[in-house]
């Protein structure tokens, strides 16, 4: 049975859009090739070219594609000025927890520098679940009673946990809850599994030659 709280895809776009999807190779360092700086100076991901125009910033792309493309129901990204304010609210709560979980994790340097994971910041992981598992108290999504582009933005960056295997969600009672209702998106597994799996074996196996 369908949770009626998380829009079918053709609910929630365009049924007539169609995208050109590029991968961009960061191990390799793609993004600082000519022709992708040429669209993002920064030399980061993701970027979007729709015609003429060109977008950065993740979250930007999405509030966009939402507002053009987006169904009249607004499921996602709601015009209703305190709904919509909610949702970006917790786009920059979604872009804390990256940023502590980063910190963390230690990515970029465990793969290019030979460090480690930082250990000495996990009690800060643990804050930002604490305050997520605040915020979910009294609803089912980050935003509200529906699935929003802030749920999207929150759940790839707890992801990044998974690297790591941590299992502390137990803690954590609403996001632990929370997670589950998640993974019921009907693209969950076709947008992280791959991704988040190459990921870890990247990690993984950077982590192990430090190690040695």
């Not at 804390?96 to 992981?125: A, C, H, M, Q």
């Not at 509200?144 to 960056?157: E, K, L, V």
Request: net charge negative.
């Amino acid at each position: 049975m369908r949770n009626e709280n998380i829009p079918e895809v053709h609910e929630a776009l365009s049924p007539n859009l169609q995208c050109d999807v590029e991968t961009v190779d960061l191990v390799a360092g793609e993004q600082f090739s000519p022709k992708y700086l040429e669209i993002h100076p920064q030399g980061k991901v993701p970027a979007l070219t729709d015609r003429d125009f060109t977008l950065i910033e993740s979250r930007v792309i999405a509030a966009y594609l939402c507002n053009k493309y987006g169904a009249a129901e607004e499921t996602l990204y709601p015009s209703d000025p305190e709904k919509r304010a909610k949702v970006d609210m917790m786009l920059y709560v979604g872009e804390w927890i990256l940023i502590e979980i980063g910190s963390y994790l230690n990515f970029r340097n465990v793969i290019f520098d030979g460090e480690k994971t930082r250990k000495e910041n996990l009690p800060k992981v643990y804050e930002v679940l604490k305050q997520l598992d605040n915020y979910l108290q009294n609803t089912i999504f980050v935003a509200g009673p529906n699935i929003t582009i802030a749920d999207f933005f929150a759940i790839s960056s707890l992801l990044c946990l998974d690297i790591v295997d941590f299992d502390e969600y137990g803690k954590f009672p609403k996001v632990f809850e929370w997670i589950k209702q998640m993974k019921q998106f009907p693209y969950f597994k076709e947008c992280h599994n791959s991704g988040l799996f190459k990921q870890k074996k990247i990690y993984q196996d950077a982590l192990r030659k430090t190690s040695k």
